[in-house]
Structure formats: structure tokens, C-alpha cells
């Protein structure tokens, strides 16, 4: 129970659904065969034209293009920057290793000073004379000591003459060696060094260093930091480079054939640069009518078997009711058959956005959002027969299409109003103007302002037009399959409705009970993503069959409850009767179906529990059917929504102490009851939705019961 409960399908539903699935595919794919691409000609590169062939539209000529751009690419020279951070780590190295030499000096002259302590000599003394240059570092240094100045260093293979060259300077030499070392490889830095480079700069600056240093030992030991952290710093800028190439290419004039420009005349010898045009326009190729015609069917076939698996699987409830599913296949062909002159006309005008629009108001979101995408792919079709279903045209109609058709489904937040199609159409149009410049801006190297203001005018033009349409058409599609689309329900919930305004006038408590009950429907629908407009407008009317005797409900009674004298079975047949008096009054005054199911199942079948229970207490027999209600277990959200406000509602009102407290148990409580009884057993409803609706309910009890301060004049009269 905590996941979604769906609603299996009868193999009768799941044939008939197939059966419906299958002629809107056939149906689709005979008007998408309309578009097909009208004459080819197997012409090759050196072949004779059999005939004068124009552009259609303005076509670049890609391999002279192509070819201009590569020649202007090839034209710019490598770019390369100087990295910093190579430089600096450069730097740092080499400090660190004669920061390391110097720290060899300083333990060098601890050791000797500790030396001669341990030889009798005064420290102090020893310290004042001390002069590396005058000691025989060869007899003092030991095998050990050389091991650790080898690691100290990083030069495990420093000869044994460069660290007695070293031990014999002080810090201020070492110091001097240091600098001119970094002033010398700084100089190179600063050119710049490319990786070829790298080696000829490292024997410049060994030259250097010979020529500033006789001694090889302190050759060795000024250039070992060189040999071993000089980098190239100069680092190929394959950006820039790629920039600078771009930017050669933006130069270059693309090479066109405009509209009806003469592409190849009859009997010219076709070139390469010619025959990519053909390609370009779709005329060239042998065997259209085959590849063509069996391609668009099993595109358009495999299309149809994705959508029908994901209703069967995902919209169990959509595909088993066939009024539902008759829409959804109709609006896919009426939108096709608006799409088939449209497509001729200029394939950028998409009126897929219609029929998501239609989707969304007819029958549900979730529904219209796998439909947008369906439509979308069949837009892509009928928009390229000329270049093929991969070409980047399809491909371009597909984002485009599907961007635009999700966008108007997502943005019609208030379909109750014919306004918000035009919104939801300007939308969609935004979102699809916004792909198209998306699609010019990466789809070649070059943009030109005026075809992208074209392009986003006609992508706000086919969401407009979709907008109209769907306005103009919805009193239609309302009227041929009896749907209660959101403008019906808002009708449907004015007071000055016939039903509404014999229960003002009849039974005034009956009314206002369904008023408290629809404000408690709605806000619980939003908990749980219900339909919260359906859910209001079916706790306006789920009581109507009390204006039958409508004395005999306790709301209504004002001098005496009737009941209290009646034999238990009859009040119990006359509570239970205003079920089917509802759905008389509903069908005759021709209330939408999903209103008319929220009548008859919000009470579900379970027992009238008072007079059950009076029964009982009397020695009746319980088993009689006249103690249950007549009508079936909600079979949907809004359906189990409204049976649970109605419970809660009469419950609350039944409270002595109407504390929140109270009032929150009280909800727990009737779900709980309604739960366990197996009354929400056909409805789509989780344990995790039934507490976000006792939330909900709670939470409207909170805002309604809220304290109020006492005005001064209200105090001084309890005074």
C-alpha cells in the first residue's frame, strides 16, 4: 500500500487499447506518407544532370564552404602562453635545493663544533674561528654524513668532490650561487621555453654556469637544480589557438545557393560541391519509394509501441478507459493532419503544441507530457522527408518540438481559464524560440542574426497558434467525447448552478456541509496530487441526492430528528437512498462522468454506521443489505479524497471540544477507519499520502479555528 497502487488491465481492455493504439499508428503514418520526398535521382560526382534542379531553400554549399574555412584555419599559427604556475614551481625548486645546501652547511658546522666540545675545546672558541674553507672536509665527513646530506638535498648521486666543494662555503656563498642561478634561468623563464626548446635552454644556461664557475664541482652543484626542475613554461594554448582558428573561419564567407537558384542545369556534369548540395536538398539516392516508405513506418510503428508500452504500463487507468484513450489517439491525428499542410508550407511551423495543450485540458498532465513527446518525434518526420529522419533538421524539430509541447503542458497552471492557453501557447513559443537559437548558435561555426529572428518568430508563432486552436477547438472536442475539462468544472462550481441553488434554498445544511467538505477536498488533493478543481466541484455535488427528503439529514433538521422514532432498516434505506437519487439528479441535469463517479462512491460500501449499530442494539438482523451503501469503493484519487473529507467534516462537527488536538485525532482516526474497512483498497492511494492528507485536513481545521483577540468593547461587555 505504500507505493502507488495501479489498476490491472483486463485482456479485454489491454486488446481493445492495442487494437485503438494500432489504427491511430496506420491512420498517422498514411498522413505522414503525404509528406513523403517527391522525386530522386541517382546522380554521381562526373555524372550528366538528367535535369535543371533549383534549391528549395537557401543551401549552403558545404565542401566550397568547407573548403574556405579549412584554408583559413591552416593560415593561423600555433598559440602559446607562458604558464606561471610552471615558472613558479620552476623557481621554487631550484630555491629549495640551495636552501638544502645551506641547511648542509649549517649542520656541517654543528657537527664540527660538536666535535671539538667532545675534544676538549671550548665551544665558544671553536664557534669564533670556525672557517669551512680551512677544514679537511674529507677527513671529517663521514660515509654517514654523506648519505644524509645525498638526502637532504634530493642528489642521491652527488659525488663525493661536490660535497666536500660545498661544505667548504658559507651560507653568503651559497647565498650569491643561488641568485645567480635564478637570475640566469629567470632570463629563459621569461622568454619562455616551448618543450622543444627545453633541452637547448638547459645547455645555454650550463654554458652559463661554466663560464661564471671554473670549479666542476660547483658547476655540477649550481646546474643539478636546473637539470632537474627547468620545465617548458611556455605551453601550447589549445583555446586560443582553436580561437584564433574560429576566428578565421567567421571570416570566411559562406558560399550559397539562394531560394530557386538554378543548382545544376540540365546536361552540366555534376560536381562534388553540386552533388552535396543534391544530397542537402533530399533529390538524390535510387530506391526512395521503398527505403523511404517502409523507413517512415517502422519509425512511425516503433514510436506508437513505445507510447502504447508506457500507457499500458504507467497510465493502466488512461488506456483502460476508452472514451480517454479515443481522445488521445484523435488529437495525435488531427494534429498530424494540421501538421501535413503546415510541413509543406515551412517546416518550422510546429503543431505539436496543440495537441499537448489539448492533452493537458481533455485528459491529464502526466498524460499530455508522453504525448508531447510522441507528437514531437512525428514532427520531426513530417518536417524532414527531404533530408531524413537522422538529419539535423529532424533532429532540430525534435528539441525544438519536444522543448515547446513540455513547456505549454508544464506552464498551463490554470487550464480552467481559456486566457492561460494563449499563456501556456506564448510559452511554449518562448521555449522553442529559445532551442532554435540554441540549435543555430551550435549547429555551425557561424550565425546569422536575421535567420535566428526568423526562427524564433516562427517558433512563437506556432505556440500562439496553438494556443488558438486549442481555445477554438475545446467546446468541440468537450462536446463530442463529454469530458469535464477544467473550464467545465469552473462553470460547474458557480452557486447559481440549478443543483447548487436548490441546495442553498432545500437543504441549506446540506450545502454548507459540501462547501466545508470541498474546502477540506481541495486542499487535501494538492497534499496528494489529485486533482484539487475536480475534487471542490464533486464536494459541491456529492450530497445532491439528499434534496430528496432532505429533512431526514441531520444538517438539515431543526425541530427533532425524525429518525429518533423510525425503525432502524428504514432510516437506514432512506440515508442510503440519496446515493442513487444523486445519480439520477447527476445524469439528468448531465453532470460530467468523473463527477457523477465521486457521487456514487463517496460513501463507498460500507455500513450506515449508526443505524447499524441501533439495529444491533435492538436484536435486528444486521445482515440485511439495507444497512450498506449501495455504491462501490472509490476507484480514484479525487473519488477517495472526497469520501474521506465527508467523513472528516461530519466527524469534526460531531466534537465536543473542537481543539486541534482533538480534531488532529479525530482525522487520524476516520482514515485509519476508512483504511482498515478496505475502502481505499481501488484507489491509487499510499500509507505516505493518507498521512499528507490527515496534513492536509488538520491544517485546514488549524486556519479555521484560530484565535481571536477580544476588541475593548467586546471586553468591557464580558466584564
Not at 513523403?36 to 534549391?55: H, K, L, M
Not at 573561419?249 to 545557393?257: D, F, I, L, N, T
Not at 432510516?571 to 439520477?584: D, N, V
Not at 439495529?615 to 472509490?634: N, R, S
Request: glycine share 6%.
Amino acid at each position: 500500500m505504500d507505493a502507488q497502487k495501479k489498476k490491472a488491465l483486463s485482456k479485454r481492455q489491454r486488446a481493445a487499447a492495442v487494437i485503438i493504439i494500432a489504427v491511430t499508428m496506420l491512420i498517422t503514418y498514411a498522413l505522414i506518407a503525404l509528406a513523403a520526398t517527391p522525386a530522386r535521382y541517382n546522380i554521381e560526382a562526373g555524372d550528366v544532370s538528367p535535369a535543371t534542379i533549383t534549391a528549395p531553400r537557401e543551401i549552403v554549399d558545404k565542401v566550397s564552404t568547407e573548403e574556405a574555412v579549412a584554408k583559413a584555419k591552416a593560415a593561423v599559427s600555433p598559440v602559446y602562453r607562458i604558464d606561471e604556475s610552471v615558472t613558479a614551481s620552476v623557481e621554487q625548486g631550484i630555491s629549495g635545493f640551495f636552501d638544502s645546501l645551506d641547511n648542509v652547511a649549517q649542520f656541517l658546522k654543528k657537527e664540527y663544533v660538536k666535535a671539538g666540545v667532545e675534544a676538549g675545546g671550548e665551544q665558544s672558541e671553536i664557534e669564533k674561528n670556525y672557517d669551512a674553507s680551512k677544514i679537511e672536509w674529507e677527513k671529517f665527513i663521514t660515509p654517514e654524513m654523506k648519505s644524509r646530506i645525498r638526502i637532504v638535498t634530493g642528489d642521491l648521486l652527488m659525488p663525493d668532490s661536490a660535497i666536500f666543494a660545498i661544505a667548504a662555503k658559507d651560507s653568503g656563498f651559497i647565498s650569491s650561487l643561488k641568485g645567480n642561478i635564478l637570475g640566469v634561468t629567470a632570463i629563459s623563464l621569461d622568454g619562455g621555453i616551448i618543450q622543444q626548446r627545453l633541452q637547448a635552454e638547459k645547455d645555454g644556461i650550463k654554458r652559463e654556469i661554466a663560464n661564471m664557475y671554473s670549479d666542476p664541482d660547483l658547476q655540477y652543484i649550481a646546474f643539478y637544480p636546473v637539470g632537474k626542475y627547468l620545465q617548458a613554461n611556455m605551453l601550447y594554448d589549445a583555446e586560443a589557438t582553436n580561437a584564433a582558428m574560429e576566428e578565421a573561419a567567421q571570416s570566411v564567407q559562406q558560399v550559397k545557393y539562394k531560394a530557386n537558384q538554378t543548382v545544376v542545369t540540365e546536361g552540366e556534369v555534376v560536381s562534388k560541391a553540386q552533388l552535396e548540395v543534391l544530397k542537402e536538398i533530399g533529390i538524390v539516392g535510387t530506391d526512395e519509394d521503398k527505403t523511404l516508405y517502409v523507413g517512415m513506418f517502422l519509425f512511425t510503428a516503433t514510436a506508437f509501441i513505445l507510447y502504447a508500452m508506457y500507457l499500458l504500463q504507467f497510465e493502466g487507468d488512461t488506456a483502460a478507459e476508452t472514451r480517454k484513450l479515443m481522445m488521445l489517439c484523435t488529437i495525435i491525428i488531427v494534429t498530424v493532419a494540421i501538421a501535413v499542410p503546415l510541413a509543406r508550407l515551412d517546416n518550422r511551423l510546429i503543431p505539436a503544441y496543440f495537441g499537448s495543450m489539448l492533452a493537458c485540458v481533455l485528459v491529464s498532465r502526466r498524460s499530455a507530457v508522453a504525448l508531447s513527446v510522441l507528437l514531437s518525434f512525428l514532427a520531426a518526420a513530417l518536417c524532414s522527408p527531404q533530408s531524413g529522419l537522422m538529419s539535423v533538421t529532424a533532429l532540430r524539430t525534435l528539441l525544438i518540438a519536444c522543448a515547446g509541447s513540455l513547456a505549454s503542458v508544464f506552464s498551463l497552471y490554470r487550464p480552467g481559464y481559456r486566457a492561460s492557453l494563449i499563456y501556456s501557447g506564448l510559452v511554449a513559443g518562448a521555449a522553442g524560440a529559445a532551442l532554435a537559437v540554441v540549435c543555430d548558435m551550435t549547429g555551425a561555426s557561424w550565425v546569422s542574426t536575421d535567420a535566428v529572428l526568423i526562427d524564433c518568430a516562427f517558433a512563437l508563432g506556432s505556440g500562439l497558434l496553438g494556443g488558438v486552436l486549442a481555445i477554438g477547438t475545446q467546446p468541440l472536442w468537450e462536446a463530442a467525447f463529454k469530458v469535464s475539462t477544467p473550464a467545465k468544472l469552473v462553470e460547474l462550481s458557480d452557486p447559481n448552478h440549478p443543483l447548487l441553488k436548490r441546495l442553498i434554498v432545500e437543504a441549506p445544511g446540506t450545502y454548507y456541509h459540501s462547501v466545508l467538505t470541498a474546502n477540506l477536498a481541495e486542499a487535501g488533493a494538492d497534499a496528494v496530487g489529485a486533482d484539487a478543481l475536480l475534487c471542490r466541484v464533486g464536494a459541491y455535488y456529492h450530497d445532491i441526492g439528499k434534496l430528496k427528503d432532505p429533512g431526514f439529514f441531520k444538517e438539515n433538521q431543526k425541530n427533532g430528528n425524525p429518525h429518533d422514532t423510525m425503525d432502524p432498516r428504514e432510516s437506514a434505506k432512506i440515508i442510503t437512498q440519496h446515493l442513487t437519487y444523486g445519480a439520477e439528479l447527476a445524469k439528468k441535469y448531465k453532470l460530467p462522468r468523473e463527477v457523477q463517479k465521486i457521487i456514487t462512491q463517496h460513501h463507498g460500501d460500507a455500513t450506515v454506521p449508526y443505524f447499524f449499530h441501533r439495529a444491533k442494539e435492538a436484536g435486528l438482523p444486521t445482515e440485511d443489505p439495507v444497512f450498506w451503501y449501495k455504491g462501490t469503493k472509490p476507484s480514484t484519487k479525487e473519488s477517495a479524497v472526497v469520501m474521506l473529507a465527508d467523513c472528516v467534516e461530519a466527524a469534526v462537527k460531531s466534537l465536543d471540544d473542537q481543539g486541534i488536538e482533538n480534531i488532529k485525532d479525530m482525522v487520524s482516526s476516520i482514515i485509519r477507519i476508512k483504511y482498515n474497512e478496505g475502502q481505499l483498497d481501488d484507489c491509487p492511494l499510499g500509507r505516505k499520502e493518507l498521512n499528507a492528507l490527515a496534513k492536509a485536513f488538520t491544517g485546514v481545521y488549524e486556519g479555521a479555528f484560530h484565535e481571536r483577540i477580544k476588541y475593548p468593547q467586546q471586553e468591557a461587555t464580558d466584564a
